[in-house]
């Protein structure tokens, strides 16, 4: 049987402080809809981790929380800013173009995962012409695509440059608990200038849940309308919020992250080709063949050839020492 340990941080298990959260929310009635105490309680927690007043709403999936926050920034005639191997770009199948009823993406250039700084000056400096879907937004990832994580500055100097062109800024978090474990200051992103925030619970440790943090309050209008229409108001709300109470109330969002990175780290000393990406956050990227992969995979080990032909192997909260050493000698085995 093939092992998905280092797969996905997707294929792992829920963290058992969301597991301890969701089984005590399971008790009693409480109103339906997001209305309820545990809801309440999860959004004060996600507001306490940013030291920030916002909305906070929570839903299924990470593309449905990127896709509703994009159709909140931009107009169907208008498009986002985002790196070429974003997950809005690459792994949504339009959903951001279909709930933003035809909002366009424009892709742009960068190392590891970050946006070339000169490629968005230049996109912010094309002229606005009826031919074209002008930029309305910037879609920025941290930790991103590529397990790398941006400094303060560099992630300000983005957002400061959309802002000075009167561009919305979306910030995808999926990973946003590798992100601040890794050094990002979570309490800094409002002062950065971010409208709107997805904050990922389910790489973290969570069951599916995702919190979309809405930051500039003028977008929270009519959210909940905009989440009924594509089904992400679920009754049951209080068991999206649940997980979130669980990991943020005893800091395990952050130190499972922790974990998770040094792992990686442990995994990228083991490792016998050459690093294609920095270690930052959790994920490492190398130069594999694909004769040396499919031996990978006949030892029992499923991995995933990336975006730019780079092998990944990710670690979640839930990877061993023990499981790092194994495949480490496996793939010493390889060469």
């Known amino acids: 049987m093939a092992r998905y340990d280092f797969a996905s941080d997707n294929t792992a298990p829920a ?8 089984t005590a929310a399971n008790s009693g009635f409480t109103p339906g809809y997001g209305a309820d105490l545990v809801s ?4 004060d927690a996600v507001r306490k981790l940013l030291d920030a007043d916002a909305e906070v709403r929570f839903v ?4 449905a929380a990127n896709a509703l926050a994009l159709a909140a920034l931009c107009r169907p005639f208008e498009a986002v800013l985002a790196h070429e191997h974003a997950h809005v770009c690459t792994d949504e199948t339009g959903a ?9 993406l424009i892709s742009l250039p960068g190392l590891s995962g970050r946006i070339d700084p000169a490629a968005l000056a230049g996109a912010l400096a094309e002229p606005d012409v009826a031919h074209r879907q002008s930029p309305a937004a910037l879609s920025v990832t941290n930790a991103t695509e590529y397990g790398t994580v941006y400094a303060h500055d560099a ?7 959309a802002k000075a062109k009167g561009l ?21 992103i409002k002062a950065l200038g971010v409208d709107i925030l997805v904050v990922g619970g389910t790489k973290a440790g969570m ?19 905009r989440l009924k229409q594509a089904g992400q108001l679920p009754s049951k709300g209080r068991f999206y919020a649940a997980p979130f109470i669980g990991m943020l109330e005893t800091g395990a969002f952050v130190d499972r992250a922790a974990h998770a990175n040094a792992m990686a780290r442990r995994l990228a000393g083991l490792m016998p080709f050459v690093l294609r990406h920095p270690v930052e956050a959790n994920a490492v990227f190398v130069e594999m063949d694909e004769a040396a992969l499919k031996r990978l995979h006949e030892a029992g080990w499923f991995v995933y050839r990336f975006l730019d032909g780079s092998v990944r192997f990710m670690c979640s909260w839930a990877t061993t020492p023990e499981a790092v050493d194994e495949i480490g000698a496996a793939l010493t085995a390889l060469t």
């Open 15 to 22: 963290a058992p402080e969301a597991m301890a959260a969701l």
């Open 60 to 63: 299924a999936s990470g593309t």
């Open 168 to 188: 919305g800024v979306h910030l995808d978090g999926a990973r946003l608990a590798n992100a601040a474990a890794a050094g990002f200051d979570l309490k800094q």
């Open 207 to 225: 069951t599916p849940s995702e919190a979309v943090v809405i930051f500039d309050r003028k977008l929270a209008h009519r959210f909940d309308a």
């Open 96 to 104: 951001p173009g279909f709930f933003g009823q035809g909002l366009g």
């Open 40 to 43: 309440s309680r999860a959004a």
């Open 155 to 161: 992630l300000a100097n983005l957002v400061g440059a």
